[in-house]
């Protein structure tokens, strides 16, 4: 496709349930990001992978959440057991290699209740 | 203190008029700069990067970047109630990550 694409685009889940959220990158970026945005904050880094390789999970605030690319293409984040706190839009972005403009999806509106 | 920090505003300017937006970083080795503009209820698109000190012009948008102060900014000419935005600062270290600043809200009064 011409953008990145996530889905879904609204999630409402009950409090312990499991959540999965999907990204489709730009064809051919080689680099995924995906960020974390709270109402009235700038988006938080969660993870970043190159290809299939995850480089950087400094940023997933728990060991519930997981994210995975294991083809180097489509990503998914994963969020075991949500919270109240974990309602966010999760954002997804690609690069190409070798660049740091980022291109976003038009996120997922996660909301636990 | 955040890596990267802007106002959060509101900032109003009337339309046609100039807007200046400003942002500082604290990681000494951050090497790209970004700005994007997020409208409410959508995603950050991308408008500017900034790679070298001085300025950067694309159309009406303006980038300025000073490293030895850690300074980047953004000018929006003939600013249009279309531009009406939360704009966010970015910058990017030695590898891909980049960090963004919380942003400030722009509102262009017709």
């Known amino acids: 496709g011409a953008g990145v694409s996530q889905s879904p685009r609204y999630k409402v889940a009950k409090r312990g349930q499991d959540v999965a959220l999907r990204c489709d990158p730009i064809s051919g970026h080689v680099s995924l990001f995906w960020y974390q945005q709270a109402l009235g904050q700038g988006p938080e880094f969660l993870t970043y992978?190159?290809?299939?390789?995850?480089?950087?999970k400094s940023g997933l605030p728990s060991d519930r959440f997981f994210a995975e690319r294991p083809e180097g293409s489509v990503s998914t984040l994963k969020i075991q057991r949500t919270q109240q706190e974990d309602s966010a839009v999760y954002l997804c972005?690609?690069?190409?290699?070798?660049?740091?403009?980022?291109?976003f999806g038009q996120g997922t509106r996660l909301t636990v209740v | 203190q955040k890596e990267v920090e802007q106002n959060s505003g509101p900032l109003s300017v009337p339309e046609g008029a100039i807007a200046s937006l400003n942002c500082t970083y604290s990681?000494?080795?951050?090497?790209?700069f970004f700005w994007y503009r997020q409208y409410s209820g959508k995603s950050p698109e991308l408008i500017m990067s900034i790679y070298s000190n001085g300025d950067k012009e694309d159309g009406r948008f303006t980038a300025q970047l000073n490293k030895a102060s850690q300074y980047v900014s953004l000018l929006i000419r003939d600013s249009q109630p279309s531009d009406s935005a939360t704009y966010l600062c970015?910058?990017?270290?030695?590898?891909?990550?980049?960090?963004f600043g919380t942003g400030t809200k722009l509102q262009v009064i017709p």
């Open positions: 990681d000494r080795v951050s090497q790209s």
């Open positions: 972005a690609s690069s190409l290699e070798d660049s740091t403009e980022a291109f």
């Open positions: 970015a910058a990017s270290g030695g590898y891909q990550k980049v960090t």
């Open positions: 992978f190159q290809n299939e390789a995850q480089l950087d």
